[in-house]
């Protein structure tokens, strides 16, 4: 079974609310599934957008899951908290110098090329709003779930401290997050 067949299997097995088929479908019809997840830090490959939602999945799963939790929600939330990279990277090229041959090459690599400057957590939450609903608990963990690495986060602004301790969510899904990227994540600039 490949990523996008992993993926949409955990889905649609786990979320039976109004829209959950419609979401799917339109991501189907975007890049979500072939996009990488970052220029070059973490799965920055071919697959790699969905490759990180299902490691946060897992590391979710496997590290924060308890009682307290609604699966149908931790799903929303980890597979779906990057969905603001879909249509979002482009493949360029650039001249790099061959250090064997001392020729220049043209390589690959990513770009970003965002036709909706809308932030990161928020835009996840509006372009999956399209489709469903969130809880209120959803909304927040998606939106807050790059913590300090967010912009509004960085200005002083009190709300991420306290979406953090009213929704123990959002702080999961950080945790989740963070752990997938840095430590359980192959590290690549590859384009395959």
């Given at each position: 079974m490949n990523y996008h067949e992993k993926f949409e299997e955990i889905f649609m097995k786990n979320v039976k609310r109004e829209?959950?088929?419609e979401l799917m479908e339109w991501l189907k019809k975007t890049d979500f599934f072939t996009a990488p997840a970052s220029t070059k830090f973490h799965c920055a490959c071919e697959n790699g957008l969905v490759m990180h939602s299902l490691s946060v999945y897992n590391?979710?799963?496997?590290?924060h899951f308890d009682d307290t939790d609604n699966m149908e929600s931790v799903v929303i939330c980890?597979?779906?908290?990057?969905?603001?990279k879909a249509q979002f990277y482009k493949t360029s090229t650039r001249n790099v110098k061959n250090e064997e041959t001392g020729q220049w090459e043209k390589v690959p690599y990513y770009t970003v090329e965002d036709s909706f400057p809308y932030g990161h957590g928020e835009k996840s939450v509006f372009l999956i709003e399209r489709f469903m609903r969130l809880k209120t608990s959803e909304a927040m963990a998606i939106r807050w779930h790059m913590g300090g690495f967010d912009d509004s986060a960085k200005s002083g602004n009190f709300a991420i401290s306290l979406a953090y301790e009213k929704y123990p969510m959002a702080v999961k899904l950080h945790l989740s997050d963070l752990e997938s990227t840095y430590l359980r994540e192959k590290h690549t600039s590859q384009i395959k």
């Open positions: 829209g959950a088929k590391t979710y799963m496997d590290k980890t597979l779906l908290h990057d969905l603001c």
